[in-house]
């Protein structure tokens, strides 16, 4: 008789791991779109911040140099001097390099600008014109 009484507390029923397992099924369903959603919202805000520390970059190249580097030139002149920039004193970028946005495109340049002194932006996640949420454009003007 002892032994059938330690069989009987030695676990969890089939019945108590199908309600914990249902549980966790509806705890996954409702957290997990919100997790999504705020992945998602990390990338945009990334790239805000990425487009600010470009500016402040190209503000330094402006006090060197005397200019913003012209749209040909573009972001590179960030890193490498252009033949024609007298005080150039960079790189101006840290690690040498200018950053991709985070969906891994090159950050697009005009200058002068059509918007603002001069565009810097990204067209999102689709990488085309337009869009809504991760599709969005993110630009130094808005």
């Known amino acids: ?13 089939l019945m108590e ?7 966790l099924g509806l705890l996954v369903s409702l ?3 919100q997790v999504l959603n705020q992945l998602g919202g990390a990338k945009t805000k990334t790239t805000k911040i990425q ?7 190209l503000e330094m190249y402006k ?7 012209s749209t040909s ?14 005080g150039w004193n960079g790189p101006y970028l840290k690690g ?17 600008g059509e918007h603002a002194e001069l565009d810097i932006f990204s067209y999102g996640q689709n990488g085309s014109p337009g869009g809504d949420g991760e599709d969005a454009d ?5």
């Open 1 to 13: 008789m002892q032994l059938n009484e330690s069989r009987r507390q030695g676990g969890f029923t």
């Open 17 to 23: 791991l199908l309600v914990v397992l249902a549980i």
């Open 31 to 33: 957290v997990g779109p």
């Open 51 to 57: 487009i600010k520390d470009l500016e402040q970059s």
């Open 63 to 69: 006090l060197d140099v005397g200019r913003f580097p």
């Open 73 to 86: 030139e573009g972001l590179n002149a960030l890193v490498e001097k252009p033949g024609n920039a007298a």
């Open 96 to 112: 040498g390099k200018v950053p991709s946005d985070p969906w891994n495109r090159e950050y697009n340049y005009k200058y002068p």
């Open 138 to 142: 993110v630009n130094n003007w808005d």
